[in-house]
């Protein structure tokens, strides 16, 4: 994987057509946005479809990308993690269950990903300060912000399988939202 600040620059030159950026672009991502869908959807014929239609998708919408809103693995993952998800919905599966190791493995995987060592530490850091603030969330808000980020399930999707009302659901899961970020220091 290519140290994350040469994304930049080359999805700023996709965004503008320029298909040889695209290309180095694809051949420093494509590994790693391979590993997430599969990751997701458990199977290798899924995944390579899924990452054919997800650059299918930066290509088109790289020029919407904003560099202040994310770093650029992150905003591909994103793409991914969603496409992986609906492609699932569509399919009428679920993701997997994840267990505990699982959870923290996945939150790694989010962070964007660094070549030196230093940034590992970090990256792994910060992973266990997300896992360690979770913990202190009450149950039914940690179980709801799961069940959303690593699962995909929608608020009516959390209210139906709990028999709880969407606006139980959505005030769970912003008040959940609101703690993480007091935890992690987030403005």
């Known amino acids: 994987m290519a140290n994350p600040t040469d994304l930049k620059p080359l999805l700023l030159a996709s965004g503008q ?13 494509s590994p790693h946005l391979f590993a997430v869908a ?22 088109h919408n790289a020029a919407d990308y904003d560099a202040t809103k994310s770093a650029p693995l992150t905003w591909m993952i994103s793409i991914v993690r ?3 998800i609906d492609n699932l ?9 994840l267990g505990g190791e699982d959870i923290e493995e996945s ?6 990903p660094a070549l030196g060592p230093q940034e590992l530490v970090q990256q792994s850091q910060t992973a266990g300060q997300i896992e360690k603030c979770l913990e202190q969330l009450a149950a039914p808000a940690r179980k709801n912000i799961e069940l959303a ?6 608020h009516t999707e959390l209210a139906e399988l709990q028999k709880q009302a969407v606006g139980t659901v959505k005030s769970l899961i912003r008040r959940g939202l609101a703690s993480l970020k007091n935890c992690l220091g987030v403005a």
């Open 38 to 59: 599969l990751r997701i959807l458990r199977r290798q014929d899924w995944a390579e479809d899924v990452l054919q239609e997800c650059y299918v998708r930066i290509w």
């Open 82 to 84: 969603n496409s992986c």
């Open 107 to 112: 939150l790694e995987n989010i962070i964007e």
């Open 17 to 29: 057509g320029d298909q040889s950026a695209f290309q180095q672009l694809y051949e420093l991502t």
């Open 89 to 97: 919905r569509r399919a009428g599966v679920r993701p997997q269950q």
């Open 149 to 154: 980020f690593f699962y995909g399930y929608s």
